[in-house]
Nanobody, 125 residues
Framework: EVQLVESGGTLVQTGGSLRLSCTYS????????IAWFRQVPGKEREGVSC????????TYADSVKGRFTISTDYARKMVYLQMNNLKSEDSGVYYCAASPRPLLLSLHEVDFQFWGRGTRVTVSS
């Protein structure tokens, strides 16, 4: 059974940094693509970043390029989202998602079949 569990969300000041973690189980990283999404009330879920399990390629939303980095720890079965220079608009619930398409590089939620429950990030001045 595929499971994804996010952690690391908290309250952080504007300009600060935070690292989110996604612990996955039930599959091998190389056989999947994993992405981070975020959502605020009243808005659609937004794709933030994706990493391909087949080749490690990554993609980012324009709004986070240069500030966020997605990475993986194979041994710990974790995918991270390092977030730097945080802005108030980065606030939201962050979700980890997985797709059994290892070459996928997508920020569209319809491409991902498995989802975690989310972790909340609040960026405040």
């Amino acid at each position: 059974e595929v499971q994804l569990v996010e952690s690391g969300g908290t309250l952080v000041q504007t300009g600060g940094s935070l690292r989110l973690s996604c612990t996955y189980s039930g599959f091998t990283f190389n056989d999947y693509a994993i992405a981070w999404f975020r959502q605020v009330p009243g808005k659609e879920r937004e794709g933030v970043s994706c990493i391909s399990g087949a080749d490690g390629l990554t993609t980012y939303a324009d709004s986070v390029k240069g500030r966020f980095t997605i990475s993986t720890d194979y041994a710990r079965k974790m995918v991270y989202l390092q977030m730097n220079n945080l802005k108030s608009e980065d606030s939201g619930v962050y979700y980890c998602a997985a797709s059994p398409r290892p070459l996928l590089l997508s920020l569209h939620e319809v491409d991902f079949q498995f989802w975690g429950r989310g972790t909340r990030v609040t960026v405040s001045s």
